[in-house]
């Protein structure tokens, strides 16, 4: 099956990148293993991932399920208290909650709803939220309906995407304080 925004790369003459700079430098995302950014879609504040293969690299998918991943960006309010499944739950205008993981900085809501309106997709789908930094992180997964995109492996791809891009903006910052310190 082919999802739009899966389309095999004609002609790329490199791999998808596995990582983006974001939210003007201040955020490197760092996608889960088997997936890639599609640089098309690529803005300070949204990226859309797939599968590595559907998107020119034919080696790049390691097993992963074929799914579209979609990340936007936000400035987190200051003091503003943590996100919580509960709050997500309530801001849901659509849908019901099938399965929720909740860590100290992400929160993963596995919802049936309206199907997206692109054909193909499951109206089963993951979405969530967490924080790195100064930013709120939003994150939706999709796929079809006999993906492991809308099971349990969906949500485990986009823990792993927040662990991978939190560990990424902790080595910045280390970086950015021996750069500091290498100076003085």
């Known amino acids: ?20 700079v974001m939210a003007n430098g201040t955020l490197t995302l760092v996608a889960p293993e088997g997936f890639c950014i599609d640089k098309r879609s690529l803005k300070s504040s949204f990226a859309l991932l797939a599968r590595c293969d559907t998107l020119g690299d034919p ?17 987190a309010p200051a003091g503003a208290p943590p996100i919580t499944a509960q709050s997500m739950e309530a801001a849901l205008s659509d849908g019901t909650v099938l399965d929720r993981r909740e860590t100290k900085d992400t929160v993963l809501l ?3 709803g309206t199907a997206p309106a692109r054909k193909g997709l499951s109206a089963t789908y993951w979405r969530g939220t967490g924080q790195v930094g100064s930013h ?3 994150l939706a997964m999709y796929g079809a309906d006999d993906s492991g995109a809308t ?21 910045q910052v280390v970086a950015a304080g021996q750069t500091t310190t290498a100076t003085e």
């Not at 099956?1 to 983006?20: I, K, N, Y």
């Not at 492996?153 to 991978?164: C, H």
């Open 1 to 20: 099956m082919a999802l739009a925004g899966c389309d095999v790369g004609g002609g790329a003459t490199s791999a998808p990148p596995r990582q983006a």
């Open 59 to 75: 080696n790049g998918a390691f097993g992963a399920p074929l799914g579209l991943i979609t990340v936007s960006l936000s400035t």
């Open 110 to 112: 596995r919802v049936r």
């Open 136 to 138: 709120l992180v939003g």
């Open 151 to 171: 099971g349990a492996e969906g949500g485990q791809l986009l823990d792993r995407l927040m662990q991978r891009t939190r560990a990424q903006a902790a080595a």
